[in-house]
């Protein structure tokens, strides 16, 4: 630093100027991405999203906040520290103006390793809310280290919620947690602490489960340990009313004085048993639930997948301790036979709930009985809003659920420009809609996309334009280049077909675009040889097949020594059947609660409105030919092109999912 020379000084002076003139005009022209928890109760805190948000208005804002201009021209004749400390607070005004692009500017003037530490402390988290660490979480749990006791109170507040956001990102759930308690301590105002609660509730509801050992979680706070107990009760699928109602009693015996006591506990009744819900108003015959009917097309064309569901069911069935109910099977293949009849037979049989059907056609049928005197638990989904009969639910592998949330991911990843390549089918298209009006609606941008046709293995027409490529010119000097105003590629694919776009990808100088996937990218078994062509993608996938756990993995081998010949073929739609069974207890029971996010086989499952289950995934990439789950090894942006080290190969089938005719 030069800080003293008067030469220095008046070469500063045009580079500010060209900040005046350029970046004063500038507002909502930064991918940014704010974290999700802002600091409870503080004025000064930043917007939620820039392209969201309105400025402050200058009345209602201190003098000191009204302009950044102010700030820069008081810099502009200062030096050493203080010109450093005037151009942060340039920045920060700038961000509460909402001109983000204004604040990156001012920063780049800042010698970040040379502020004092608290100041230091504030150009790192202000970076990280104006997006610049949003897919570097681990740097910024690195360089933001937590607040100590000389930290004011509105810093350390907005430190602990985007260090619990970095964790949340990593899959670190109950790390996450813990920086949300710590936040906590901050909050004088018992409304804002109470608020403060209650999202970490929601946090702990819809978050990544906790896979954290009893060792561990002891190395936490009594609060801590609180929070983390009563969420593995509360999202236990597999836990009957009694079962529930016992272990929250014990639970409160042993957290009398815990904040969860008011916030969770008080607002449901667990002393009796639970109201009846809107979507199943039905109780069972005499108090007791002892028989399901499972409607499966388990002849005709459907009956692969439809046997692998059943497996699946049955595994989970056979998991369970005596006393089990007993499942009657249907067979729905038959085209004689109409699902109204099967379904009048299966209660006639003394069913207490119906699971099944499975195509879309056969789903819509039964959605249309205005009067089913049990519940149903459809393995398909028909159209959102579609009109339901009372106690009908609806679940199963949806394309377009999985790529709304390829959306979600990088608009949290900070993403937000996005092209797309997907297969000219039907469920390209679909898929294609889907992942568009979900980033449509989280403020993102599809710049364009390319349809390609799945039987051909030459792409470079599709990339050609996609990209905008130009083929380097010796004549002329100028090298190969692509568009630069691309965030990412949205790739919908199966395996072959990504093993040849990825590469084809590098070969456009594409090489450090990140890519995202539906998880029908990965065959679902390990093949290192040839996945080592898929390095870098990050797609979501459901934890049976991403080896969570070893409740999973006990699951997945008891499934594998019943049906050695079926299971390796499609074991996603025997975590579906798994699900399946899990969900269909606590509907007879009436005990699946709406807005809960039940850790499961074949994702995070969630109770939403019409009845509809949703599927949270887990988020892992390919790392030498390997998937492996982001929070336990973040992916550098550099694909990871290394000899593998080979493993045990599995010959994956490409398969795993409902066939497209089920889809329609």
Same mark, same amino acid.
């Given at each position: 630093?030069?800080?003293? %020379? ?45 392209? &969201? ?19 820069? &021209? ?259 293949? %038959? ?272 109770? &939403? ?56």
């Amino acid at each position: 630093m030069t800080e003293n %020379n008067p030469t220095a000084k008046r070469a500063r002076q045009p580079l500010l100027l060209i900040i005046l003139l350029t970046g004063l005009s500038a507002c909502a022209g930064t991918s940014s991405v704010t974290t999700v928890f802002p600091p409870v109760g503080s004025e000064t805190s930043p917007p939620a999203r820039e392209e &969201q948000s309105e400025s402050i208005p200058v009345s209602q804002a201190p003098v000191w906040e009204n302009d950044a201009e102010f700030y820069l &021209q008081a810099a502009d004749e200062a030096e050493g520290n203080e010109r450093n400390s005037l151009l942060l607070r340039a920045a920060e005004t700038a961000h509460l103006q909402n001109k983000g692009s204004l604040a990156l500017e001012i920063l780049e003037f800042l010698e970040l390793r040379e502020l004092p530490a608290n100041e230091r402390h504030r150009s790192i988290l202000l970076l990280a809310e104006l997006g610049q660490f949003a897919d570097r979480p681990l740097t910024l749990l690195t360089e933001l280290s937590p607040p100590d006791a000389n930290t004011e109170n509105d810093l350390a507040l907005r430190i602990w919620g985007m260090r619990a956001q970095s964790h949340l990102t990593l899959g670190q759930t109950l790390e996450a947690i813990d920086a949300l308690v710590q936040q906590e301590q901050y909050l004088s105002d018992p409304a804002a602490r109470r608020i403060h609660q209650e999202s970490i509730w929601r946090t702990l509801r819809s978050a990544p489960p906790l896979d954290n050992s009893p060792q561990e979680l002891m190395s936490y706070g009594r609060t801590t340990q609180g929070w983390a107990e009563l969420a593995d009760i509360m999202l236990d699928l597999w836990l009957g009313p009694d079962e529930l109602h016992a272990a929250i009693a014990d639970w409160e015996r042993n957290h009398a004085r815990h904040p969860a006591n008011q916030v969770v506990l008080a607002k449901e009744s667990y002393a009796a048993a639970p109201t009846q819900s809107a979507f199943n108003p039905y109780t069972q015959r005499d108090g007791v639930f002892d028989t399901i009917a499972l409607m499966l097309p388990l002849s005709g064309s459907y009956a692969t997948p439809a046997a692998a569901v059943r497996d699946g069911f049955m595994t989970a069935y056979y998991r369970r301790p005596e006393p089990r109910p007993e499942v009657i099977v249907f067979d729905t293949g %038959n085209p004689n036979d109409s699902i109204e009849r099967i379904a009048e037979q299966a209660i006639l049989a003394g069913a207490d709930i119906l699971v099944g059907p499975l195509s879309k056609n056969n789903v819509a049928k039964l959605a249309m009985v205005a009067e089913i005197p049990i519940p149903t638990l459809a393995l398909n989904y028909l159209e959102e809003n579609t009109s339901l009969p009372a106690g009908f639910y609806q679940f199963g592998l949806s394309p377009e659920d999985e790529a709304s949330q390829v959306a979600d991911r990088a608009i949290d990843d900070g993403r937000l420009n996005a092209l797309a390549m997907v297969p000219d089918t039907d469920w390209g298209r679909r898929t294609l809609q889907a992942f568009h009006q979900q980033l449509h609606n989280r403020g993102g941008q599809l710049l364009d996309y390319e349809f390609f046709d799945p039987e051909k293995s030459d792409f470079r027409e599709q990339l050609t334009r996609l990209l905008k490529f130009r083929a380097a010119s010796k004549k002329e000097d100028v090298p190969a280049s692509i568009r630069e105003d691309m965030d990412y590629i949205f790739l919908a694919a199966q395996p072959q077909q990504a093993r040849i776009i990825r590469p084809q990808l590098r070969f456009f100088r594409a090489t450090y675009v990140p890519v995202y996937a539906t998880s029908h990218v990965y065959s679902g078994s390990v093949n290192q040889r040839r996945d080592q062509d898929l390095n870098g993608i990050r797609f979501g996938d459901m934890p049976w097949i991403l080896d969570q756990g070893d409740d999973l993995r006990d699951a997945r081998e008891l499934a594998a020594r019943l049906w050695p010949d079926s299971y390796a073929q499609l074991p996603r739609l025997y975590a579906m059947g798994f699900d399946a069974y899990a969900l269909a207890t606590q509907i007879a029971k009436d005990n699946l609660r709406q807005g809960y996010g039940y850790p499961a086989a074949s994702g995070v499952l969630t109770l &939403q409105d019409y009845g509809r289950i949703s599927r949270g995934l887990v988020w892992a990439h390919f790392n030498n030919g390997l998937a492996q789950l982001l929070g336990t090894n973040p992916p550098l942006e550099a694909p990871l092109i290394a000899e593998p080290e080979i493993t045990e190969e599995i010959e994956d089938s490409e398969q795993g999912y409902l066939p497209e005719e089920l889809l329609e």
